[in-house]
């Protein structure tokens, strides 16, 4: 299966029914139309057209069993959207650690203990020759 572009995949996540149904599946695994419309508790129409939605974008599968079609997560465009947010994750986890060394540092300084030296003191000290 061809990866999906991610602006489609993003479309169709943005879509709260979609995600009930993707999180549905992801719970319960395989699911035809008729139980997915019975848990969900929405129009059999509405719910086909978003797992066409969903089908298209490459989020689910669907196969014959019988008569029926059942549906299934499909996991690969989910694994390369989290690959992709990873990205923010790091550059915000590294903002965030930064904001708590400083904060860390100004209680400190408020309670009168020695501050802990910095990056950059240790780079000045290991420049300046001094340890």
Do not use: N
């Amino acid at each position: 299966m061809a990866m999906p572009a991610y602006p489609d995949v993003f479309l169709a996540l943005a879509e709260p029914l979609r995600r009930e149904i993707l999180e549905l599946l992801g719970r319960r695994g395989r699911m035809g139309v008729t139980a997915i419309v019975e848990t969900l508790r929405r129009p059999q129409p509405t719910v086909s057209k978003h797992l066409g939605v969903l089908r298209r974008t490459g989020l689910v599968s669907v196969a014959k069993l019988g008569r029926q079609r059942v549906y299934a997560v499909e996991a690969a465009p989910l694994r390369a959207v989290h690959d992709w947010t990873l990205m923010f994750e790091r550059f915000w986890d590294h903002k965030l650690d930064r904001i708590q060394a400083r904060a860390e540092r100004a209680a400190r300084a408020d309670s009168g203990e020695p501050a802990a030296p910095t990056r950059r003191d240790i780079k000045r000290r290991e420049r300046d020759g001094r340890s």
